[in-house]
């Protein structure tokens, strides 16, 4: 990115200090460091100590990042932050002419028109169309109004002369005391080096040099005022080369001006538009130019994704050689850059850097490499939002690099009657959940709870009508309705089990590590109707996030939908009536030798071979006793007493085998 243009200040809201109360669970926070200009390869010329350390440490790219084409600064951030390709956001260059505004965009314009299409969405907006609060600093177009809305911190107007350190202190001041939850920081070195004096240059290795230490001081201010609590995903737009030779076809004669309209777009490419009757003279002019290869508008590679939109862009495009700039100079005066970028994005010197650490990333991973269209939907990931639909350049298939310890949500409907029980199932085993709830159907009591005897969480569902037995369908469905509003984003798999229902949450979680909880499924004990299979509800099931994800979307929100589900029914055979509507898969649990793992009655009568009438009609499997009857990693036994309960948990985490 050149710094031609100097504008204003930065104009920001602040929040008095008193205005903002952080609640006791800190939300995911994430910082996106964009260092101009800095390609992968330097990673491996230049030892620098903190940034190695940084990726080592953390997820890094060993190829790099690939950018968008063309591979430039404005349409490449614009892709890092809408997950779009240039010809699906716009931006087809630093800048360029739009024919229907009839002016002339950059980095620079204000609000002119050219974000109308409301299809196109940067990860800020996404955020503050979902009470996400987000800061964005100096990243181009954060100055812009996208659809009524900005975010809560912008940079109004941009400049080269912030110190990094000082965007730094900001950075960490907005999460630190507002309720900052995204950072978006844009810092213009070693662009600027390497475009003066080449990306080879004593200038660009000191540029470098000065980034590691400012890296550092980050990670010093992370753990000092965050408590190293921050996801830090470091990128670049693009990267840097040599340029070895400047062609100018209007001044060599190769091109006649008059034959092409105003304003093409130069540099590592020259996409013009010829005049009325001039279409295959120029397109001959072009392919007479050494040391490039000529597209039509609809014939441009499609893996460019560079064929649209027709009104920024003209109908012929020539693309040199790497290193060769063409230049819609008329004169021979010098060009002023000895580096610079725009080429093929699969070239090597064209690929950016990508390195991420934090709570949300893997430690010491190493991935081949990844789009930076991909970068909007890791945020969102992170952030625990819904992406734009239209962001389908990117995808989170590279689901490795997340820390994925599967995190559990268990959920216990239960009375006020009962809390003898709910206190004993907490205290042996729901505490070992990443999170529990005790959800009652009725109201809270007129004499508060001792919490000091219940000290877990409790959630009132204020409807004592769902407190009644025959209403337990109700009441489970708006326990999930709660669920669904209050933790979708949570947690990766949810588990329901009742108030006697004992659970083995390490063997639970042991079996959902190597499972997919963006897959719609839910695992149980399965037992059969004459028509369906449903998981018990008293062994307890466990539904994955994308199933509560379509079950809150497409049925627990949904009044008219919701209706369909109450079935004069069991409450587990209706919530599978409801699971099946929505394709949710529902699957029997087993170990790799084929025992259960889950269990509706006790282990002594599955031990002994006790099996009521409706286990022995309705299981879906043939039911074994013995050491058959279980697997060694069970995970659930269900109608036990509260000392049953108390002796299941003293057997297994109290008594120990001797070494002798």
């Not at 100097?6 to 008095?16: A, Q, R």
């Not at 550092?216 to 040599?242: A, F, P, Q, W």
Request: net charge neutral; aromatic share 10%; glycine share 4%.
């Amino acid at each position: 990115m050149h710094s031609q243009c100097i504008f204003l200040v930065i104009s920001v809201l602040f929040i008095p200090n008193n205005a903002v109360k952080r609640s006791s669970e800190v939300p995911p926070r994430l910082l996106i460091i964009s260092l101009d200009g800095f390609r992968h390869e330097y990673l491996n010329e230049h030892q620098l100590p903190t940034i190695n350390q940084f990726r080592n440490q953390g997820v890094q790219a060993t190829h790099g990042m690939r950018p968008t084409y063309t591979t430039m600064t404005f349409p490449n951030h614009i892709s890092i932050a809408t997950g779009m390709y240039q010809e699906d956001h716009g931006v087809v260059h630093n800048t360029f002419f739009d024919r229907l505004l009839n002016k002339s965009i950059g980095m620079g314009s204000r609000d002119d028109g050219q974000w109308s299409d409301p299809n196109v969405e940067p990860l800020w907006i996404t955020a503050t169309k979902q009470n996400v609060k987000s800061a964005v600093l100096f990243w181009p177009a954060c100055h812009n109004e996208f659809h009524g809305k900005r975010p809560l911190i912008y940079s109004w107007s941009y400049t080269d002369s912030i110190p990094f350190r000082e965007k730094i202190d900001n950075a960490i001041g907005y999460f630190r005391e507002l309720p900052v939850q995204l950072v978006m920081l844009y810092h213009f070195e070693p662009d600027k080096q390497g475009h003066d004096y080449g990306p080879n240059s004593p200038e660009v290795k000191a540029a470098l040099f000065r980034l590691d230490s400012d890296i550092e001081y980050l990670l010093k201010r992370v753990k000092e005022d965050l408590g190293d609590d921050l996801n830090i995903i470091i990128v670049s737009d693009h990267g840097m080369t040599n340029v070895t030779k400047v062609i100018r076809p209007i001044y060599e004669k190769l091109l006649n001006l008059s034959s092409i309209e105003a304003n093409p777009l130069s540099g590592a490419l020259l996409n013009v538009m010829p005049r009325t009757g001039q279409a295959e003279q120029v397109e001959n002019n072009l392919k007479n130019i050494p040391n490039v290869t000529v597209y039509k508008l609809d014939e441009m590679p499609e893996r460019f994704h560079y064929s649209k939109p027709k009104h920024r862009l003209g109908n012929l495009t020539a693309i040199p050689d790497e290193g060769v700039i063409l230049s819609t100079a008329t004169t021979n005066a010098t060009y002023p850059n000895k580096g610079n970028h725009g080429w093929d994005n699969t070239l090597a010197s064209m690929q950016a850097i990508f390195m991420a650490r934090g709570p949300s990333f893997n430690d010491n991973l190493q991935i081949h490499s990844l789009n930076n269209v991909d970068i909007y939907h890791i945020a969102c990931r992170i952030l625990k939002l819904d992406p734009n639909p239209h962001a389908n350049a990117g995808s989170l298939n590279r689901t490795d690099i997340f820390n994925l310890n599967t995190r559990i949500l268990c959920w216990i409907p239960t009375t006020l009657k009962r809390l003898d029980r709910a206190i004993v199932v907490y205290e042996t085993w729901a505490k070992r959940c990443d999170r529990s709830l005790f959800i009652i159907g009725g109201s809270p009591p007129s004499i508060p709870l001792n919490y000091s005897t219940q000290a877990f969480s409790i959630v009132y569902l204020n409807n004592e009508q769902v407190e009644k037995r025959d209403q337990l369908s109700q009441k489970v469905l708006l326990s999930l309705l709660y669920i669904y509003n209050h933790y979708r984003y949570d947690y990766d798999w949810f588990f329901k089990g009742d108030d006697d229902t004992f659970v083995i949450v390490e063997n639970l979680r042991y079996f959902l590590r190597r499972r997919f909880s963006n897959l719609s499924i839910c695992y149980g004990y399965m037992a059969k109707t004459t028509n369906r299979y449903y998981p018990s509800g008293g062994a307890g099931y466990v539904l994955s996030q994308e199933a509560l994800l379509q079950f809150g979307k497409r049925i627990l929100t949904k009044p008219e939908q919701l209706k369909l589900c109450k079935k004069d029914e069991a409450e587990d055979i209706n919530i599978a009536h409801c699971l099946g509507r929505i394709n949710v898969f529902i699957m029997n649990l087993r170990d790799s030798q084929q025992l259960e793992t889950f269990h509706p009655m006790t282990f002594q009568e599955h031990f002994m071979g006790n099996f009521t009438k409706w286990i022995r009609e309705h299981a879906q499997f043939e039911q074994k006793k013995g050491e058959a009857c279980c697997s060694p990693l069970s995970i659930s036994f269900h109608a036990l007493s509260i000392d049953e309960m108390k002796m299941m948990h003293f057997l297994l985490y109290r008594i120990q085998v001797a070494s002798v």
